[in-house]
């Protein structure tokens, strides 16, 4: 899978978008990104994915690059609930072996202020 | 609907002790998948199952068993627990959705924080 680099944090004010970026720039052709999130002492949580599209949905705005060797997480009204470590990960889109696992990294801690 | 759940939350452990983390989702999802978080880390994969009678090896295997009791539970064992294995493990459970077969979305449970002494 592609390595992926996002800021170690970032912070946000109530209200405003966030927006987290994410560089991919090994990506392939057959690799999709993903986002997840982890709010403190709890389980990760799925957000979004896309391949080259822009993706929306109730959470939040995925926005691929051209070239795909980047990417940016939309927050578009962020509240302090939003506040965690969110991921950016980068794998192949099919069954078998090892694509199965999520490869996290250390992601980017997002803290909202009030 | 409860999703994913763990039991227990906490535990600890003495060197040498064994004990058994359970989890169960109840989205009828085929693949379920163990994974352990060491503090400012990201999760590493112990164990998968892709589906309900088989079990692979993650990343990092050595000292776990696991068990696909069913569609629904998928277990985890420490036969001999070492301090190197203080975590907070992690269960998840995905289905595939669309024409690929690969794009899972993992639900995750709420975690279990193992000490041992």
């Known amino acids: 899978d592609a390595k992926t680099t996002q800021p170690p944090s970032m912070d946000c004010a109530e209200g405003r978008a966030a927006n987290l970026p994410c560089n991919h720039s090994?990506?392939?052709?057959?690799?999709?990104v993903y986002w997840y999130r982890q709010i403190h002492s709890q389980g990760p949580q799925y957000i979004i994915h896309?391949?080259?599209n822009n993706e929306t949905n109730e959470m939040a705005s995925l926005i691929i690059t051209e070239d795909r060797k980047s990417s940016t997480l939309i927050l578009p009204h962020a509240t302090l609930r939003d506040t965690a470590v969110y991921y950016c990960?980068?794998?192949?889109?099919?069954?078998?072996?090892?694509?199965?696992?999520?490869?996290f990294g250390k992601g980017t801690l997002l803290t909202v202020n009030p | 609907n409860a999703g994913v759940t763990q039991t227990p939350k906490f535990q600890v452990l003495k060197t040498g002790q064994s004990m058994t983390l359970q989890c169960a989702q109840d989205?009828?999802?085929?693949?379920m998948y163990w994974y352990r978080q060491d503090p400012g880390m990201g999760l590493r994969l112990i164990y998968y199952?892709?589906?309900?009678?088989?079990?692979d090896k993650g990343e990092v295997p050595n000292g776990y068993n696991v068990s696909r009791l069913n569609k629904r539970e998928f277990s985890l064992r420490l036969e001999s627990a070492a301090p190197s294995q203080t975590s907070v493990y992690f269960c998840?459970?995905?289905?595939?959705?669309?024409?690929?077969?690969?794009?899972?979305?993992?639900?995750f449970g709420p975690g279990t924080r193992l000490t041992v002494t």
């Open positions: 199952s892709a589906s309900e009678g088989t079990t």
């Open positions: 896309g391949l080259k």
């Open positions: 090994t990506i392939s052709g057959n690799e999709y």
């Open positions: 990960i980068v794998r192949v889109a099919r069954s078998g072996g090892s694509n199965y696992k999520l490869t």
């Open positions: 998840a459970s995905s289905e595939a959705r669309g024409p690929l077969l690969g794009l899972y979305e993992q639900y």
């Open positions: 989205m009828n999802h085929n693949s």
